[in-house]
């Protein structure tokens, strides 16, 4: 008896082993494919993208930027995954686009476990023209993003305000990493924070 569970013990396990080497690769290659989805989505049009950079931002972590040229050098804006992990189901993961002036030009969901049919809104709920829940167009160094319950201009998703939270808080991180990068505008001044 010992010896047959050992058996099925051992062929379970190699079983396993190969399906998780067999599938290891299609899902990388899947999760690759939608982050660079998420960036040509998130960007206004360009024509280079830069080698991503690694930013962090103290006590919070590390940040990854893209950063987006046309013609001769010309910066028209970057794209940055963030995150919280303040979500309801944990951590969530988003690509935010900002244009030359800082502006968010959209966003994409990257990975979210939120409550079905409340939290995972976020998808959408932010880039719809009702109320005040869309966050397009607005700049994080001029407008409060954060939920009107706690005196900021975004409305909350229905029932789903600690998700809100969270996206919204992930959005603010992108925008700190992004004003923090060489070829960012200042917003006030216009100048950019590149040596000329």
Partial sequence: MVLVLTGITLFAAATLSSVYTLTKAPIEAAKTAKQQNA????LPPFETLAEADTVALDNVGDFV???????????????VESF??????????????????????????????????????????????KGAQNI???NPAV????????????????AATISSRAFLEAVRNAYAVYANHPDAVDTHSGATAKAQ
């Fill in 39 to 42: 960036i040509k989505e998130v």
């Fill in 65 to 79: 930027i893209y950063k987006a040229y046309k013609g001769e050098g010309q910066f028209v804006g970057a794209a």
């Fill in 84 to 129: 919280s992990n303040n979500a309801f189901g944990g951590s969530i993961k988003v690509m935010v686009g900002f244009d030359a002036a800082g502006n968010i030009v959209d966003y994409s969901v990257l990975e979210q476990k939120e409550t079905p049919g409340l939290g995972t809104k976020m998808t959408d709920w932010f880039k719809t023209d």
């Fill in 136 to 138: 397009k167009g607005k």
């Fill in 143 to 158: 407008n409060n993003l954060t939920v009107s319950k706690d005196g900021g201009e975004v409305d909350a998703i229905t």
